[in-house]
Every structure is written in structure tokens, then in C-alpha cells.
């Protein structure tokens, strides 16, 4: 009787130790985006607005309707996907790896907080920024497509929380393997860049010849833009505009989400990238 009293107080205080320490980092990483919002949350606010001035309006007054839509409505959520992507990638790799740099990290990993809640309050503060930066680009979208309309918001907010957890988690691998701040830089220049525009963002893969869209098909960008874009505009959009089917799409994500999760915990437990 006396054990299992002990068991459960120790219980007790294991938990409320991994809460604290969960909403410290999450704090942490919130009071940072708010800090350096010039850094975090004009950029892409400028870059998308370009996006929309070039691709909507120059090239899509000459492209007209695409799947039923104008082109202008077509990239919408195909940018705001983008953003998120970035936003989340970019705020977990940067902190994290800041946090390595200046032997910060240390002090944490040896904190009574198991590694998955270190883990999950670096990826809460990643999904924080992209759905801040999500949101903002698409009512930045507005000033150019009056007509906007979203279709089921719970698709989309699902699409979007599940698309920023995967990049948070992939950011995190990446600061964790990265020795100098120019390893940070490498995925996103030449893995994250060619997947996003290889994604079906500003168009749909079913008008890429074979064997290319045989090969888009492997990008998982590519179920991401289409489940976002069916959540947002489903009901306008002719069906040769879905380039995958939602259902699997969900699947595809998950299952993406729950494979990097394991990867990034596994490699946090043992240490890798982080011991001297």
C-alpha cells in the first residue's frame, strides 16, 4: 500500500515536471517569434504578396481558368502551404540549433524532462509560427481574390497542423545532424525549394507528362497542397484539380508525421549530433 503510494507521488511529480518544462520551451519559442517578428513574419508576408503579384496576376491573366477556378484562386493554398512548410521548418532548425551552439541544449537534456516533451515543445512552437504565418498569408490572399471561400475548415486546419508537425520535426533533425550554421541552410535551399515547387503548388501534376508525374506522386508535398487545397476550395474545383484522393492524402500525412516523429525521438535519445 505504502509503494503504491509512493509510485503514484512520484508519478505525480515526473508529470508535472515534463508540464513545466513543456510550457517553458513553448513559451520560450512563442516569446522569440514575438521578438524577432521583422524576421519571422514580414518576409514571408512580402514573399507571398510578390508571389501573387507575379505568378496571379502577370502570368495567370495569360494562363485564365485552371480546373474550373482562376489561377490567382488556384495558388492560394498551394502558397499558404508553402509558408507553413517554411515557417515551421525554419523555427525549429534555427532554435534548436542556437540552443546547440551555445551549449544551452545542455542544460536541458540533463533536466528531469523526458526527451519526447523536449521534443514536442520544440515542434509546438514550430506549429505556433507556421499556423501565425498560415493564417496571415491567407488574409493576405484576400486583397487579391475577393471571392475566397473555405470550404470545410476543419480539413484545412488538420492539413495545416499536420503539414507544420512534419516539418517541425524534420527541422529538428536537421539542427540536431548540423555541426555550423551553413548545415541549416542546406535542405531547405536544395531539398525543401525543388519539393515545393515540384508539389503541385502552381499546378496540378496531372499535366506533367509521364514518367514525371508518376515521379511527383513521391513527393509528399504533393498530398499535402492537394488535401489543403480540397479543404479550402472542394466545391469550385473540377475534380481533375485533386491530385490524389483526401482520404489518402490524411493517410499519407500521418503516417509521415508518425515515422519522422519516431526517427527524431529515437535520434534524441541516443544523442546523435549532439555529443561533442
Known amino acids: 500500500m505504502a509503494s503504491n503510494i509512493v509510485d503514484d507521488n512520484s508519478f505525480q511529480v515526473r508529470l508535472r515536471s515534463n508540464l513545466i518544462g513543456l510550457q517553458t520551451i513553448v513559451i520560450k519559442e512563442v516569446t522569440r517569434l514575438i521578438r524577432i517578428w521583422p524576421q519571422t513574419i514580414v518576409p514571408p508576408v512580402i514573399t507571398t504578396t510578390l508571389y501573387f503579384i507575379i505568378f496571379g496576376k502577370v502570368i495567370g491573366s495569360r494562363v485564365g481558368e485552371m480546373?474550373?477556378?482562376?489561377?490567382?484562386?488556384?495558388?492560394?493554398?498551394?502558397?499558404?502551404?508553402?509558408?507553413?512548410?517554411?515557417?515551421?521548418?525554419?523555427?525549429?532548425?534555427?532554435?534548436?540549433?542556437?540552443?546547440?551552439?551555445?551549449?544551452?541544449?545542455?542544460?536541458?537534456?540533463?533536466?528531469?524532462?523526458?526527451?519526447?516533451?523536449?521534443?514536442?515543445?520544440?515542434?509546438?512552437?514550430?506549429?505556433?509560427?507556421?499556423?501565425?504565418?498560415?493564417?496571415?498569408?491567407?488574409?493576405?490572399?484576400?486583397?487579391?481574390?475577393?471571392?475566397?471561400?473555405?470550404?470545410?475548415i476543419s480539413i484545412t486546419f488538420l492539413v495545416a497542423l499536420l503539414t507544420a508537425t512534419l516539418f517541425a520535426n524534420a527541422g529538428f533533425i536537421n539542427a540536431m545532424l548540423a555541426r555550423k550554421f551553413d548545415d541549416i541552410a542546406i535542405i531547405p535551399t536544395f531539398v525543401l525549394t525543388p519539393l515545393t515547387y515540384l508539389g503541385g503548388v502552381f499546378y496540378s501534376i496531372t499535366l506533367l507528362p509521364q514518367p514525371w508525374e508518376t515521379i511527383s506522386r513521391f513527393n509528399p508535398i504533393v498530398y499535402m497542397v492537394s488535401a489543403f487545397r480540397a479543404g479550402i476550395m472542394k466545391d469550385r474545383l473540377d475534380a481533375s484539380a485533386f491530385d490524389t484522393n483526401l482520404a489518402f492524402s490524411f493517410g499519407m500525412i500521418s503516417l509521415f508525421v508518425i515515422i519522422l516523429f519516431s526517427i527524431t525521438l529515437w535520434m534524441l535519445n541516443r544523442g546523435v549530433g549532439l555529443r561533442a
Request: overall charge neutral; cysteine-free.
Open 67 to 152: 480546373s474550373g477556378v482562376t489561377y490567382m484562386e488556384f495558388i492560394v493554398p498551394g502558397l499558404v502551404m508553402m509558408s507553413v512548410i517554411n515557417s515551421s521548418y525554419q523555427n525549429v532548425v534555427s532554435s534548436f540549433f542556437s540552443s546547440k551552439f551555445q551549449r544551452n541544449v545542455e542544460e536541458i537534456l540533463i533536466s528531469p524532462m523526458h526527451n519526447a516533451t523536449i521534443l514536442i515543445g520544440y515542434i509546438v512552437g514550430g506549429v505556433v509560427r507556421a499556423m501565425t504565418i498560415g493564417t496571415i498569408v491567407l488574409m493576405v490572399s484576400l486583397f487579391f481574390v475577393s471571392t475566397l471561400s473555405i470550404y470545410n
